[in-house]
């Protein structure tokens, strides 16, 4: 079992930043592959951001490229969202997922998440 805390979001003026983080609890997060996803009403989840257990593996979602960078710290059980150069598309609720899917497409597919946390809202202001 894996519980997930988001925190970090607020609200930001386009061209700024914020930094995300999630609080994990549970003995299986070292070995799991961590995940954040952005959800805006009436549609469905986004990818964003994925890194596998070791740190050393990453997929970023083409529109969040070189502006955010996920980082994990499997001593604090924790991941780490920066994000840097937002604009009002950005806004959304920002979800942390954990789970075990293989380190392909699947890792960016919501479904192949077991755990989720409540999510931490992100609104950028033009």
């Known amino acids: 079992q894996v519980q997930l805390v988001e925190s970090g979001g607020g609200l930001v003026q386009a061209g700024g930043s914020l930094r995300l983080s999630c609080a994990a609890s549970?003995?299986?997060?070292?070995?799991?592959?961590m995940g954040w996803f952005s959800q805006v009403p009436a549609k469905e989840c986004e990818f964003v951001a994925a890194?596998?257990?070791?740190?050393?593996?990453?997929y970023y979602a083409n529109f969040v490229q070189g502006r955010f960078t996920i980082s994990r710290d499997n001593a604090k059980n924790a991941v780490y969202l920066p994000m840097d150069s937002l604009n009002p598309e950005d806004t959304a609720v920002y979800l942390c997922?954990?789970?075990?899917?293989?380190?392909?497409?699947?890792?960016?597919?919501?479904?192949?998440?077991?755990?989720w946390g409540q999510g931490t809202q992100v609104t950028v202001s033009s």
């Open positions: 890194i596998k257990w070791s740190g050393y593996n990453t």
């Open positions: 997922a954990a789970g075990f899917p293989l380190w392909n497409a699947l890792a960016m597919t919501g479904r192949s998440y077991y755990y």
């Open positions: 549970g003995r299986t997060f070292s070995r799991s592959v």
